[in-house]
C-alpha cells in the first residue's frame, strides 16, 4: 500500500492540528494503521495506532488525551487530530501500515510494512 501523509505546518503551543495520512494500492482495511515521529537526532516512536474497524486505539503516554487517531475505510484515510500541542510535539510526523494482524497495534516501527513520506509539525513556544 503507498501511504501519503499531509497537514503538518507551523502552530503555536496550545494550537492544534489535524493530520491526514490516504492509502492507495490495497485494501486499506486490512492494515491496522499507525502514526510515528521523528525528532532531529532521535529515533522514531511510536505516537497513536488504530486497528483495520477503528474500535481500538493506542496512544503514547505522551500524547494520551491530548492526540486523536480515527480512520475513515471507506475514504482510505487515517487522521491524527493533535490538540494542546507542546514545543516537545515537533517532529516529522509518518504515517505506518502494518498488513497481517486485524487486532494488534505494534508500537516498533519495524512492524510496520509501509510508509508515508513525512510532514513536518512545528509547535512554537
Known amino acids: 500500500v503507498q501511504l501519503q501523509a499531509f497537514g503538518g505546518g507551523l502552530v503555536q503551543a496550545g494550537g492544534s492540528l489535524r493530520l491526514s495520512c490516504v492509502a492507495s494500492g490495497r485494501t486499506f482495511s486490512n492494515y491496522v494503521m499507525g502514526w510515528f515521529r521523528q525528532a532531529p537526532g532521535k529515533e522514531r516512536e511510536f505516537v497513536a495506532g488504530?486497528?483495520?474497524?477503528?474500535?481500538?486505539?493506542l496512544y503514547a503516554d505522551s500524547v494520551k488525551g491530548r492526540f486523536t487517531i480515527s480512520r475513515d475505510n471507506a475514504k482510505n484515510a487515517v487522521y491524527l487530530q493533535m490538540n494542546s500541542l507542546k514545543p516537545e510535539d515537533t517532529a516529522v510526523y509518518y504515517c505506518?501500515?502494518?498488513?497481517?494482524?486485524?487486532?494488534?497495534?505494534?508500537?516498533?516501527?519495524?512492524?510496520?510494512?509501509?510508509w508515508g513520506q513525512g510532514t513536518q509539525v512545528t509547535v512554537s513556544s
Open positions: 488504530i486497528t483495520w474497524s477503528g474500535s481500538n486505539t
Open positions: 505506518g501500515a502494518r498488513s497481517g494482524s486485524y487486532y494488534v497495534i505494534e508500537v516498533e516501527p519495524v512492524r510496520y510494512d509501509s
